[in-house]
């Protein structure tokens, strides 16, 4: 039921930025998509989410393209910290459920 | 503490028990969540409730599941009848409401182990 689509893994060198893509090309207009990341043994924490223009906060950056059927999470300077599993969400479309799909496994190496 | 707590933080159980699992939200949370994630996979939803609507119940798996929120706050989330398959963590998130723009917190989960 995901409406996402993302790499199953993805490695990163330390210090360097992490781009993670996420296809969505079946989003609606009013719906946001969401980002979510897991560490291992631990719930899901929020990182950022968006609507239509690129969003930045304190963890990370969102770039969402024009026709926003797709978007990059950016992390601009990777730490071993960051190894997780990245999760991009879209809501379920007139509600309020959110479908994880089985995300991007992140590996960042020293 | 602040955030959303669960509890037990471990279960273990005999097929054919009943388990509840219980989740205090944020105070002020008026949305509650409810994901299980099997070994090695990722979230998969179960139900929400938001404030006194009817809850969203779509995903859960089957009659032995079943949740209620009582008086807008704590959750529980039984099941009855376990069954192995049913091994895995269960999260709890909240958010203050059910909004485009909610951030949803998680609790740490309960990890069922269903012998």
């Known amino acids: 039921d995901a409406k996402t689509t993302q790499p199953t893994s993805m490695d990163c060198a330390e210090g360097r930025a992490a781009n993670l893509p996420c296809n969505h090309s079946?989003?609606?207009?009013?719906?946001?998509v969401y980002w979510y990341r897991q560490i291992h043994s631990q719930g899901p924490q929020y990182i950022i989410h968006?609507?239509?223009n690129n969003e930045t906060n304190e963890m990370a950056s969102l770039i969402i393209t024009e026709d926003r059927k797709s978007s990059t999470l950016i992390l601009p300077h990777a730490t071993l910290r960051d190894t997780a599993v990245y999760y991009c969400i879209v809501r379920a479309s007139g509600t309020y459920k959110y479908i994880f799909g089985t995300g991007t496994r992140l590996k960042v190496l020293a | 503490g602040a955030g959303v707590s669960q509890s037990p933080s471990n279960k273990v159980t005999e097929k054919g028990k009943d388990v509840e699992l219980r989740c205090d939200p944020i105070s002020g949370h008026t949305a509650l969540y409810w994901y299980r994630q099997s070994l090695g996979q990722g979230l998969e939803f179960l139900i929400y409730?938001?404030?006194?609507?009817?809850?969203?119940k779509s995903g859960l798996p089957s009659d032995r599941f079943s949740a209620e929120r009582t008086g807008g706050s704590v959750s529980t989330l039984t099941i009855q009848r376990t069954q192995q398959e049913d091994s895995a963590v269960y999260l709890c998130?909240?958010?203050?409401?059910?909004?485009?723009?909610?951030?949803?917190?998680f609790g740490e989960g309960s990890r069922l182990t269903v012998l």
């Open positions: 968006g609507l239509k």
């Open positions: 998130a909240s958010s203050l409401t059910a909004s485009d723009t909610g951030e949803l917190f």
């Open positions: 409730f938001q404030g006194n609507s009817a809850p969203d």
């Open positions: 079946t989003i609606s207009g009013n719906e946001y």
